[in-house]
């Protein structure tokens, strides 16, 4: 299974009202567990980990990045893209859960993992 297929098949179990309501804490931490082995295979990979460009990021919609203040791994964690502002000399990062990232690239970037020591 893709990290989009099961990032979809836990939205579709978040987005049902019922569904979600009848999870018990273990379903939801299955879930959760789900997203993070995905995503730790993922990351395993030996692919570069440069911070995203917000042009990159546009693509990413769905997926999961790693988000922080350049040079300040405390306030990292992840986040799902859920759009980009460019407009108006904008640079915003939406990603889910009402998280916003302004001032892209200056105070905020993304990356596809943990930069290497700052892993959480």
Do not use: F
């Not at 804490?25 to 993070?36: C, F, K, P, W």
């Not at 030996?46 to 040079?71: C, H, I, K």
């Amino acid at each position: 299974m893709t990290n989009m297929e099961i990032i979809n098949r836990a939205e579709n179990i978040i987005h049902d009202e019922e569904r979600w309501r009848a999870l018990s804490s273990s379903d939801v931490a299955t879930i959760s567990a789900a997203l993070l082995i995905a995503r730790v295979r993922e990351c395993a990979s030996t692919e570069a980990n440069d911070p995203l460009t917000l042009e990159g990021l546009r693509g990413m919609d769905g997926e999961p990045v790693w988000v922080q203040s350049p040079g300040v791994p405390e306030y990292g964690r992840w986040a799902i893209v859920t759009g980009v502002d460019t407009e108006d000399g904008e640079r915003t990062l939406y990603c889910q859960g009402d998280y916003t990232c302004r001032d892209y690239g200056k105070t905020w970037v993304a990356y596809r993992r943990p930069p290497e020591g700052d892993e959480e």
